[in-house]
Every structure is written in C-alpha cells, then in structure tokens.
C-alpha cells in the first residue's frame, strides 16, 4: 500500500501540487469572502432584530423620538414666555386691555409665589376693574389669552347698584414668567 502511494506521488507529482495548490488557493478565498461577509450578516441581523424589537414594543422606539421632539416643541414654548423683566410691560397689557373695552381698573396687584416650573417665575395677579358686563367678559377672555403661562384663577362680580349696568369684577390670575439668564 506505501508502495503504490509513493508511486502515484512520482507518477503524478505536478498534477498532486496542482490539486494541492488548487486547495489552498480556494480555502484563502473561502477565508476571505466569508470573514467580511459573515461580518455583514452579523450587523443585517442585528440591525433587523432591532427593528423587530420595535416593532413589538412600539413605545421603546418612539420614546426617544416623542422625547427629543418634546424637548424642542418645549424649548420654541418657552422662547414665547416673556421675561422676568417684562413685568411692567406685561402689567401695561392688561391696563390696556380695560382701556380699550371701556373699562377702568380701580386696582392691581401682584405678589411673586412659589413655582414648580423650572426656569418659570409664578406670580399671583390680581385686578380690580369696573364697566359694563360685557366690557369685562371681554377683559376675560383677553386677559386668558395675553400669553401662554396666564391663567384666571378665579373671578367675583358684583353690582354696586342693581339699577345701574355697571359692574365691579375682582380677577385673579397666576402669572409665569421667565427667570432672567434661563435658557429657554
């Protein structure tokens, strides 16, 4: 048996080295092209479990998106926030806003309070005006509406003289604005 190998290895010397040569050529090839391609299969399927993943817990991939989006739809509403130093401005507003319904303010004041809002300075606001019934539902609807941290806390009206279409409202208000050097 050693002999007849031996002999085929004389006969066919350079067709064996061929083979030979053939083989190693085609395993450095496999090597290769596998190495990279496994490496690629590896990313294709990681990418698309998570993408599966997603798919079945649509609240762990939208949560990033829905939080970044927040953060700046929250970042444009502040900028619309007046500033702390506004005040006397924002206060001229609502003067305004009485005088130009036929209204006349007999009374303001504004006490800074406590706030939960980070970056936001609250303010208790409370205005005393006296006109028709319908100049001061008109004030109401103008002072909710004086910018977007502004709300009517509560409202008493009352008829000095019931013959008279006069009427005297006491409005509070709680006020934010924003804190001097926060960035919105």
């Known amino acids: 048996m050693g002999g007849l190998v031996q002999q085929v290895f004389k006969e066919h010397r350079h067709l064996l080295a061929v083979v030979f040569l053939l083989a190693v050529v085609s395993g450095v090839l496999w090597i290769y092209l596998l190495g990279p391609q496994q490496r690629q299969r590896n990313e294709l399927h990681g990418a698309w479990t998570d993408k599966r993943h997603y798919l079945h817990d649509p609240e762990s991939a939208r949560s990033l998106r829905v939080y970044r989006s927040n953060e700046e739809a929250l970042k444009k509403f502040r900028a619309t926030v007046p500033a702390q130093s506004e005040l006397p401005r924002v206060l001229g507003q609502v003067t305004d806003i ?17 706030s939960s809002i980070n ?45 008279g279409n006069q009427v005297v409202a ?12 926060k960035t919105p």
């Open 119 to 163: 970056g936001m300075l609250g303010y208790n606001l409370t205005v005393s005006a006296k006109g028709s019934y319908a100049a001061l539902k008109h004030i109401l609807a103008n002072l909710q509406a004086l910018h977007s941290l502004v709300y009517v806390d509560s409202i008493s009206i009352a008829s000095p003289d019931p013959q």
């Open 98 to 114: 009485a005088a130009l319904h036929g209204a006349s303010i007999m009374g303001m004041s504004y006490k800074p309070v406590p």
């Open 170 to 181: 006491d409005v509070r208000m709680v006020l934010y604005l924003r804190q001097e050097g």
